[in-house]
Nanobody, 122 residues
Framework: QVQLVESGGGLVQAGGSLRLSCVAS????????MGWYRQAPYKQRELVAA???????NYTDSVRGRFTISRDNAKNTMYLQMNRVKPEDTAVYYC????????????????WGQGTQVTVSS
């Protein structure tokens, strides 16, 4: 069917950078909005950044100016460039996509990736 696969997580020192990727594959007709979420231990999952099919973006206040979300529609891929990371950015980062399928273009489906761990050391 459809898979979202994240990559690029790891351990980084405070002030450093990471680039996350999310590749969507399967019987996809179109991908509408996409987003990066994160969940830290004992906290609720929160939206970090989102991008629509036209490239418009929005960010949560805590990452605005440090993180950049982008997408390559030809590759069904979304990125999150994380700069000047802080220990409070430590979390599992999840990719989310709203998309339509080849066999049902009238309905929008929501998919999640399995998550990638980002750990920022101080």
């Amino acid at each position: 069917q459809v898979q979202l696969v994240e990559s690029g997580g790891g351990l980084v020192q405070a002030g450093g950078s990471l680039r996350l990727s999310c590749v969507a594959s399967g019987s996809i007709f179109s991908i509408n909005a996409m987003g990066w979420y994160r969940q830290a231990p004992y906290k609720q999952r929160e939206l970090v950044a989102a991008i629509n099919s036209g490239g418009s973006t929005n960010y949560t206040d805590s990452v605005r100016g440090r993180f950049t979300i982008s997408r390559d529609n030809a590759k069904n891929t979304m990125y999150l460039q994380m700069n000047r990371v802080k220990p409070e950015d430590t979390a599992v980062y999840y990719c989310n996509a709203n998309l339509t399928l080849n066999w049902n273009r009238a309905r929008e489906y929501h998919y999640w990736g399995q998550g990638t761990q980002v750990t920022v050391s101080s």
